[in-house]
C-alpha cells in the first residue's frame, strides 16, 4: 500500500499541482472547470483519496490510540493543503479559494475516516438489534 501511496503521489498530485500552477493543465483536467464547482469536487476526490492511501498505509497503532498516528498524518495533509492553497496567491496562473482548501479538508476528513474504519474494520457487517 506504501507503494501506491508513493506512486499516486509522484504520477498524480504532484503533476497535477505543478501543470495547475504553470497554468498548463491538459485537456481532460482542464475539462473539470467546465462544470459548475467541477475543481471543487476535484480538491474533495484527490486530496480525500491521498488521505485513504495514507491512513491505510500507516503502520497500525496499539488498540489504544488507534486514531492518533492518523489524525496526525491527516492534519499535516490538511497544513501542506492550506500551504499550497496561500502559495497560489503569489502566482499569477492560480488564485488561491477558501472554497478549495474546504472541499479539500472535507475530502482528507471523509476519505481519512473511512479509510480508518475499513483499516480498524470498525465498519457494521450486520445491522445491529
Keep these: 500500500m506504501k507503494i501506491l501511496l508513493l506512486l499516486f503521489v509522484i504520477i498524480v498530485i504532484v503533476p497535477t499541482i505543478v501543470l495547475a500552477d504553470l ?3 491538459p485537456g481532460f483536467l482542464a475539462a473539470v472547470y467546465v462544470f459548475p464547482n467541477g475543481d471543487k469536487v476535484g480538491h474533495f476526490v484527490l486530496y480525500g483519496v491521498l488521505a485513504f492511501l495514507l491512513v491505510i498505509a500507516l503502520p497500525s497503532g496499539k488498540a489504544r490510540g488507534r486514531w492518533k498516528t492518523p489524525l496526525l498524518a491527516c492534519g499535516l495533509l490538511v497544513v501542506a493543503i492550506g500551504v499550497e492553497e496561500v502559495s497560489q496567491m503569489l502566482l499569477a496562473t492560480r488564485s488561491a ?4 482548501f474546504v472541499c479539500s479538508v472535507l475530502g482528507v476528513a471523509l476519505f481519512g475516516r473511512a479509510a480508518w474504519r475499513i483499516k480498524y474494520k470498525k465498519i457494521p457487517t450486520q445491522p445491529e438489534g
Excluded: A, S, W
Excluded at 97 to 100: I, Q
Design 23 to 25: 497554468g498548463r493543465l
Design 97 to 100: 479559494d477558501v472554497l478549495d
